[in-house]
């Protein structure tokens, strides 16, 4: 006699005797010997059906030159005609990636990131990265027996991504930090700095070193400045042209920089050392074409975020090793 199994049932129908699987893969009352066939629908139901994503594996990364030409194994440059369609797939196969990656993260997680990302102003392109570098970090770690938790990794993930999306917007320690204890995480920023690091080095294979993040942060510090309103009426009072003056911030920050040694530049903060080189840079140029300086300590302070304390400890450095002639 058969009967058929329901998948709630843990005892016999008949006896109430405990059901035990038989080696042709039947259930079988272990006391009166009834066979319970299962339902076939039931067992193909739960059957978890292999997923296919026309993609390159998760983690892998597609991406053109540096002059923003796709080239085939062979480095050579692909035919004109198809960049467009290998840019459109470029496209598509990040969206499959983020989409794979996102069903492996719990969406809890997933969700405090997306909105950790948005409020930090990433692009959906470093976002969709984040995700893949998350998953990609949590196996490295796992395999390798080094324990973090969920939201130092993912912080870490957003740090690092964002020195590698430079273009975008390269985050300083202290604003992740901040930003995922306000949203309940209390993380210490000596565990996100260590897995920051582990993840540049073992994970995406990217050293970042001090003078990158430095000259990373100078392009940042000086974009904010030359949206400001307030740096734009002192420069209007005193018949400065802004545009003029911006490039030669720029000339002139990048001169103290290549000045000051890679042994210099060591153990102090990036953001607050490119703060240092624009105060300096600005004194430099002001002594030079005649005006007095546009910035103060209280300037970047308020528009950069940069405390006034932490600049007077970096500035005498600049001046010392960047400034001389």
């Known amino acids: 006699m058969l ?3 329901n998948s709630e049932m843990s005892s016999c129908s008949e006896c109430g005797g405990l059901l035990i699987k038989s080696a042709d893969g039947n259930l079988v009352c272990s ?6 066939t299962q339902n076939i629908f039931e067992i193909e139901e739960h059957k978890q059906s292999p997923s296919f994503l026309p993609t390159i594996p998760l983690g892998s990364i597609l991406s053109p030159s540096n002059y923003g030409i796709y080239k085939d194994y062979e480095n050579e ?5 198809k960049q467009s369609s290998i840019h459109q797939l470029k496209k598509l196969d990040d969206r499959l990636k983020a989409f794979e990656a996102s069903t492996l993260i719990s969406p809890n997680l997933l969700n405090n990131m997306s909105q950790i990302a948005n409020e930090l102003n ?7 990265f984040a995700l893949k570098l998350y998953l990609k970090s949590i196996g490295f770690l796992k395999k390798n027996g ?4 969920t939201p130092t990794v993912s912080a870490a993930t957003l740090l690092v991504t964002s020195r590698m999306f430079s273009y975008d917007k390269i985050l300083s320690l202290d604003e992740v930090a901040e930003l995922y204890a306000k949203h309940g995480h209390r993380i210490k920023k000596g565990k996100i700095a260590w897995c920051a690091s582990l993840i540049s080095k073992k994970v995406v294979n990217k050293q970042f070193t001090q003078r990158y993040l430095i000259k990373m942060y100078l ?3 000086i974009k904010i400045l030359k949206n400001n309103s307030d740096i734009d009426s002192i420069l209007n009072s005193r018949n400065i042209d802004k545009v003029t003056y911006f490039i030669s911030l720029s000339d002139k920050a990048a001169e103290i920089l290549d000045k000051i040694s890679d042994i210099k530049l ?14 300096a840079a600005d004194k430099e140029i002001a002594k030079t074409q005649g005006f007095r300086p546009i910035l103060t300590h209280a300037i970047l302070e308020k528009i950069a975020g940069i405390p006034e304390f932490s600049l007077r400890e970096h500035k005498a450095i600049v001046r010392k090793y960047g400034c001389k002639n």
Request: aromatic residues 14%.
């Open 77 to 81: 440059p692909i035919d004109a005609e």
């Open 219 to 221: 392009n940042r510090i």
């Open 266 to 279: 060591q153990g102090k903060s990036s953001l607050i050392f490119a703060a240092a080189i624009i105060y």
């Open 122 to 128: 990433l692009s959906r392109m470093a976002f969709y």
């Open 3 to 5: 009967r058929r199994f």
């Open 146 to 149: 080094l324990r973090y938790t």
């Open 31 to 36: 006391s009166c010997g009834l066979v319970h």
